[in-house]
């Protein structure tokens, strides 16, 4: 499933220890159990994640990394929102290539 694949690859460069999304993994999220994440997002009715919502606003404190580049999240073309405010532990700037994602209409 490339949807489960690209939230694994945002779960590595947002979540470096592992402690926060604990729930990510490959065997919740199959078939479609992705949908049922703590911060992520799918359309009703389907299994097509919309929106990436990991901010501390959401419930979700701690996280560690960086934000991982356009390549990351190829999978999930219905992606419109990314949230991922008041997360201090998150260094780094906007990447460049997200440009690149021209679904996204919201980034926080």
């Known amino acids: 499933d490339a949807q489960l694949e690209a939230l694994l690859r945002v779960k ?14 490959r065997a919740n999220g199959a078939r479609g159990g992705y ?8 359309t009703e009715g389907t299994i ?19 934000l991982p580049p356009a390549a990351a999240f190829a999978g999930l073309g219905a992606l419109t929102q990314i949230t991922i405010a008041d997360q201090p532990g998150i260094t780094g700037t906007l990447p460049t290539d997200w440009s690149r994602m021209t679904q996204l209409q919201d980034i926080r």
Do not use: F, H, M, N
């Open 35 to 42: 949908c049922e994440w703590w911060g992520v997002v799918c």
């Open 12 to 25: 590595a460069a947002l979540d470096s220890t592992g402690g926060v999304l604990r729930e990510w993994t």
């Open 48 to 66: 097509s994640v919309y929106w990436i919502s990991v901010s501390a606003g959401a419930g979700i404190q701690g996280l560690k990394g960086t």
